[in-house]
């Protein structure tokens, strides 16, 4: 038999599961925490693309060490900031949109990359989306 405890515990989080709001939360919150993990691992492998050539030669020319080398440390940067938005998306979100506007500003300095930039804005955008959500679903909060 179950107890009215049992009943009504589960009705919030039923319904937080049915927001819209709440829902587009958990999508960014995934999609910030995986994609910038994956992505950062790539700067390792360059399976997915030759990163290198998405650094502008005055940044090349400026940090120390090979365009290879700045991609490890753009490496372990994108996963610190998935890992950041897994556990504290508040801070995470706008970790990867201030990481972002930086990965744009390098593009549109690149002659050939701004198709990439102009994406990298759409992501920016949806990482603002993600803080600001965050903000509103903090600590279980339920929506109104």
């Not at 508040?90 to 990439?116: E, K, M, S």
């Amino acid at each position: 038999m179950r107890t009215s405890g049992t009943t009504t515990s589960a009705a919030p989080w039923r319904a937080a599961l049915t927001d819209p709001g709440y829902q587009a939360f958990v999508i960014l919150r995934t999609g910030f925490t995986v994609a910038p993990i994956l992505f950062g691992l790539d700067k390792f492998a360059n399976l997915l693309v030759d990163w290198p050539t998405y650094l502008a030669p005055w940044i090349d020319n400026v940090v120390p060490g090979s365009a290879q080398a700045a991609m490890y440390a753009v490496g372990v940067i994108e996963i610190v900031a998935g890992v950041a938005v897994a556990l504290a998306p508040r801070f995470g979100g706008w970790l990867v949109a201030g990481w972002l506007a930086g990965i744009i500003i390098n593009l549109l300095t690149i002659p050939g990359h701004y198709d990439v930039a102009l994406r990298d804005f759409g992501l920016l955008l949806g990482a603002v989306a993600l803080a600001r959500l965050a903000e509103r679903y903090r600590g279980g909060r339920q929506p109104l």
